[in-house]
C-alpha cells in the first residue's frame, strides 16, 4: 500500500541556512525586526548565555542526563515575555545535545498535515521549537498529543467510506515549546513538558553583561557607564537591549565621536522617549489613559486597546507584563488598575 500523502507546505515549515551553518532560520516575522543580527547576538552556548540561572541548571541537568543515557532530551517548556531568550535556548539546546533544531511557531501549523510534515521529518534527538505554542489550534494541539507521549501521529487519510486511520511512527523528538502565556496553555499539552520553566525579566547586572557583549561582537566604543544605562532602559529584556545598541550607536556616531558613554546613551534614548525607568511612550500612553480618563480604573483591556491605538496581545504579552512587574500596574477581575507608585511617577 502506498503510504499516506502529507501535504507538507515547504513554505510554512522551515527554511534552513546552508548546511555549514546547521544553524535554521524563522521564515516567518515574528516581531524580529533585526533577524540577521539577532542571529549573530545569540550566545551560542551555555557558557555564553548570562542570566537566568535556574533555567540554565535545570537545563544543564537534563542535558547531561540525556547525554549519558544516549537519549533524546524530554519535552520542554519555556515561558516568559518575549525576547528573553527562549529561541536562543532551543538552539543552544540543539548545539549542546548534537542535534538539528526546527523552528516553527503555533499560529503557521495550520492543518494536522503541517504538523505530520513537521514531525515525519525530524531525526532522532532532533528538537522541534514551537513558538507561541499558546496559539496552535485545537485539531493540531490533540495531534501532539500521541506524538509527544508515544512517538506516533495517527492520521485519517481519505473521507467518506474510504476513511481509515494510519499510525505514523516518528523518531524520538523533544518537543521544546514557547510560550508568553502559560495560562493560554491547555492542561493536557502542559502536562505532557517534563520541564516547564520560566524565564525572568534580566537584572541590570545581566544586562549590562549582555550589552558589552553585543557592543564587542559588533565592534562598537563603548564604556561601561554607557552600558549600564542602556541596561537601565532595557525593560529587562535583552532584545531590546540589542535593538538599542543600534540606535545609540547611530546617535553616538551623528551627534558625538562614536563612542557609547553614558551622556551619549541617556540622551539618545530620550531621544526615543524611554525615560529613566524604561518606559516607553506606550507604557506611559496606557498609564496616563488610566489616571487621567478613569481616575485609575478599573479599566477592561480591550477598552485600553482601543484608547491607546495598540492590539490586545501586544499589550497583554509585552507592555502588561513589565508594567505589573515594576508595581505601576495590577491586574483585577474587573480590569486594569493603576497603583499609588504609578500616580507618584506621573
Ligand atoms: P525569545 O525567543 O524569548 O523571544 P530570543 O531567544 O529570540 O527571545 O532572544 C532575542 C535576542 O536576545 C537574541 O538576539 C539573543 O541573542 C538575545 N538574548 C536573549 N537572551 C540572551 C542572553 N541571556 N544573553 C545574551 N543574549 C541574549
Do not use: W
Not at 23 to 35: C, G, K, M, Q, Y
Not at 272 to 277: A, F, H, R, S, V
Not at 316 to 334: D, K, N, S, W
Amino acid at each position: 500500500m502506498a503510504g499516506p500523502k502529507i501535504a507538507f507546505n515547504e513554505e510554512k515549515g522551515l527554511l534552513k541556512l546552508p548546511a555549514d551553518r546547521g544553524v535554521p532560520l524563522l521564515n516567518h516575522t515574528l516581531a524580529e525586526p533585526r533577524l540577521p543580527v539577532e542571529a549573530a547576538l545569540r550566545p551560542p552556548s551555555f557558557a555564553d548565555f548570562t542570566g537566568q540561572r535556574k533555567t540554565i541548571e535545570r537545563l544543564n541537568v537534563m542535558v547531561g542526563a540525556a547525554r549519558s543515557r544516549g537519549e533524546a532530551l524530554s519535552h520542554i517548556l519555556f515561558s516568559g515575555p518575549p525576547g528573553l531568550g527562549k529561541t536562543t535556548l532551543a538552539l543552544i539546546l540543539g548545539t549542546e545535545m548534537g542535534r538539528q533544531v526546527r523552528i516553527t511557531s503555533g499560529p503557521v501549523i495550520e492543518r494536522p498535515s503541517d504538523l505530520a510534515g513537521l514531525l515525519t521529518n525530524l531525526q532522532e534527538g532532533d528538537i522541534l521549537f514551537i513558538d507561541e505554542i499558546h496559539r496552535i489550534s485545537k485539531t493540531v494541539e490533540e495531534y501532539l498529543y500521541s506524538a509527544m507521549e508515544d512517538f506516533r501521529l495517527d492520521i485519517i487519510i481519505d473521507q467518506g467510506p474510504n476513511a481509515r486511520s494510519v499510525s505514523l511512527p516518528l523518531n524520538r523528538f523533544t518537543l521544546v515549546g514557547a510560550t508568553t502565556r502559560t495560562g493560554l496553555l491547555t492542561a493536557p499539552l502542559r502536562s505532557r513538558f517534563t520541564l516547564q520553566t520560566r524565564l525572568d525579566y534580566y537584572t541590570a547586572t545581566d544586562l549590562t553583561q549582555i550589552i558589552i557583549r553585543s557592543c564587542q561582537l559588533l565592534e562598537i566604543p563603548f564604556e561601561t557607564a554607557g552600558a549600564e544605562e542602556i541596561a537601565r532602559r532595557a525593560r529587562g529584556t535583552p532584545r531590546i537591549a540589542n535593538n538599542l545598541i543600534h540606535f545609540v550607536r547611530d546617535f553616538a556616531s551623528q551627534r558625538a565621536d562614536g563612542i557609547i558613554t553614558q551622556a551619549v546613551a541617556a540622551a539618545a534614548l530620550e531621544l526615543l522617549e524611554i525615560d529613566q525607568n524604561g518606559l516607553d511612550e506606550m507604557d506611559k500612553r496606557i498609564l496616563r489613559l488610566l489616571a487621567e480618563a478613569y481616575n485609575g480604573g478599573p479599566v477592561g483591556l480591550g477598552t485600553i486597546a482601543i484608547a491607546v491605538g495598540e492590539d490586545e496581545h501586544t499589550l497583554e504579552e509585552v507592555h502588561e507584563p513589565f508594567l505589573i512587574q515594576e508595581g505601576y500596574l495590577q491586574r483585577t477581575a474587573q480590569g486594569r488598575i493603576l497603583t499609588p507608585k504609578a500616580f507618584a511617577l506621573l
